[in-house]
């Protein structure tokens, strides 16, 4: 009996034709029968290394991943700070550990690749009153927190203690003690020098002077910053809390506008400003001898235009009256 080989032999073996030919037709596989039936044909069997291998790579590549996100290395354990000035550390890392750091978390939230500094600024941005904020991943385990603090309030001191007023008026943060003078230590201190003195008037007046109030501008600005000091000597206070109206709006505004412009204008550097009677104005007390009495509720720029005009011309050594206009007064 003569053999006759079968057409579909060798077509399994038959060289590739390019798959971009226009005339390559698709390949039929061998069916189950026609490769029994070829003497030639050899089913693959992956090898057991092939299969462990296949298995092992994406193991390694997920402990390989968990090792990053969990290993202590890279966990967020410093945050360091720039710029601070009436805000607190404290209550930063408040919120970015509450929210963004937070370790009782299934996964590791303070971890350096999860972290992310865009959501953190914004955060802080919405919450507190700043100018700018940059929030950088610092490799492996630090973040860096760089900040400007917005100068739209006031230190506001009522001769016993020191708040943070909003641009309202109202007292939305407690500072400190204001320090007072004891009126006994005043009296053992002028005793002495009073002892020969026949008349009380004289007593009486040089104790008024040890007791008199001055905010203590050097220590707040070292404190707190670069915000304008009002002392208010006709509105004392005996709480903080929630505090409305303690000063008229237009007031801080114009308060915040001079000390800006008498800097800028490289006139003087004010110190402090106090308040008699809100519709007589403000005393400017500077880093020069002589005082400023201004108001601000009348037209700022026009005052401190009048202000350079004396002092072009003019040296004084007490004071310089704005309020009234063009009519200058000093002395």
Same mark, same amino acid.
């Given at each position: ?37 070829? %003497? ?13 291998? *296949?298995?092992?790579?994406?193991? =390694? ?8 996100? +969990? ?20 209550? #930063? ?29 914004? &955060? ?14 610092? @490799? ?21 203690? +020191? ?25 053992? /201190? ?17 104790? /008024? #002077? ?7 501008? *050097? ?7 670069? +915000? ?38 490289? =006139?003087?550097?004010?110190?402090? @400003?106090?308040?008699?009677? %809100? ?11 002589? *005082?400023?009495?201004?108001? %601000? ?10 202000? &350079? ?23």
């Amino acid at each position: 009996m003569r053999y006759t080989r079968s057409q579909f032999d060798f077509k399994a073996y038959q060289p590739k034709k390019s798959r971009w030919s226009l005339f390559n037709k698709k390949k039929h596989e061998l069916s189950f029968s026609s490769r029994l039936s070829n %003497p030639y044909a050899r089913i693959y069997r992956p090898s057991i290394f092939f299969r462990i291998k *296949k298995f092992a790579l994406p193991i =390694v590549i997920l402990s390989w991943i968990g090792l990053v996100l +969990y290993l202590p290395y890279f966990k967020i354990n410093k945050i360091t700070y720039s710029g601070l000035k009436i805000l607190k550390k404290e209550e #930063l890392e408040e919120i970015i550990n509450n929210d963004f750091l937070q370790r009782n978390r299934w996964w590791p939230a303070n971890n350096f690749f999860l972290v992310n500094e865009e959501s953190i600024g914004n &955060k802080l941005q919405k919450i507190f009153s700043l100018n700018s904020i940059a929030v950088k991943k610092i @490799f492996p385990d630090r973040l860096s927190v760089d900040l400007e603090e917005k100068i739209s309030t006031i230190i506001y001191d009522d001769g016993k203690k +020191y708040f943070l007023l909003d641009q309202n008026g109202t007292a939305i943060k407690f500072l400190k003690e204001a320090v007072q003078w004891s009126p006994n230590a005043s009296i053992a /201190a002028t005793t002495s020098s009073l002892a020969m003195s026949a008349t009380t008037t004289a007593f009486a007046s040089s104790t /008024a #002077l040890y007791t008199a109030h001055t905010p203590d501008y *050097k220590i707040l600005k070292k404190e707190y910053g670069e +915000y304008p000091i009002i002392y208010n000597q006709i509105n004392a206070t005996t709480t903080y809390e929630k505090q409305t109206d303690l000063i008229k709006p237009e007031i801080i505004s114009g308060v915040i506008s001079i000390s800006n412009k008498l800097k800028q204008g490289r =006139v003087a550097i004010v110190n402090y @400003f106090v308040i008699e009677n %809100p519709g007589a104005g403000v005393t400017v007390y500077t880093n020069q001898p002589w *005082k400023i009495f201004l108001q %601000p509720l009348n037209d700022i720029d026009a005052q401190i235009a009048n202000l &350079k005009i004396i002092l072009a011309s003019n040296h004084p050594i007490e004071y310089v009256d704005l309020r009234f206009g063009e009519k200058v007064y000093w002395k």
